[in-house]
């Protein structure tokens, strides 16, 4: 059965997923009766006609629009320009729904009140390296998104649509000023399925890692310095330790009077001992618990969490402290 619903799906380069993604269409319940797919890859997309005759019988409207260079916003920008329908709805090429997801979806929309429902993605991993990146990212929990969300069109009318400049980061934009804008969003109930996480490998991580927070970092919605406050007040309290004990240095003695109350014994050892315990009890068990991740895997897997959770935000830190030296080097010239 078709739905008045327009899905947007922007592709780059990612052909044998989007091909995956099309496949599991002949498993849905409901259809939308327009699909756009938003393309810009290097050498393009050729649909075999399997696909063509897929979308043929089934009465569905396919637009293949191609254009050079589009970052995601831009690409779902171009879709909701070009959109029949009032509802519209969003996939990516790496998340693969069930076959509920577009039927329950489109039913929760149109039969309440609600202007949108957001997606929930839950991102899968095999292997015990991409366990701890799960660990140390998103967790096992499903998490709002974008993709998988339904969203009336009007709604895009009143909060303006995606930010087209930037690679990442656009879709959080967006949702937070649809939450300023006090629109009524209820939750999906068939969370999708990412598979970016398949495969990947530490180098592609770090790089990944890196270019999404040097887009995301000059966006309204992303506070910086949550991040920085810690580093900074980590850096500092160590400096202070280093110097503490001076406060009790004695001219006459030559050196630290061991019995002034200024002065703590291995205050250095100390310090530092204190700032990664907190570090790891909260970025290393807290916060992998609170995303649903297990907690015999947390103490099993903990100094590999520990080391990757470093590096990932000495990685976002670098991007901030990038992001803010080109950003005030582009308003200086």
Known sequence: MLRDASLIIPNRNSEKELLALLRSFNDWIELPKEILIIDSSDKGINLSQEFKNFFDQQKIILKCICREQLYPGH???L?????TFSTICFLDVQTLPDKNWFANGFKSINNSNNDGIWGSTIYISNTFFEKVVRACTFGEKPIRTLPGSFIKKDVFAKTGLFIESTRAGEDADWMSRAQLHNFSFDHSKNPLMYNGLINISFTKLISKWYRNYIFSAKLPYLNPH???YFYVAAILMIL??????????????RGWNLNSLAY????????IAFVLSVYTAFRGIFLPLK???????IFKSLPMIIFL???LDLVKLCSFFVARIVRRHDLST
């Open 75 to 77: 690409a779902r920008n």
């Open 240 to 253: 202070v330790a280093l110097n503490w004990n001076t406060l009790s240095y004695d001219y006459t003695l």
């Open 226 to 228: 949550k991040d920085i």
């Open 291 to 297: 995303k649903g991740i297990n907690i015999w895997f």
């Open 79 to 83: 879709g909701i320009r070009l959109s």
């Open 264 to 271: 703590i014994p291995n205050i250095t050892k100390i310090s």
């Open 309 to 311: 959770s470093i590096v």
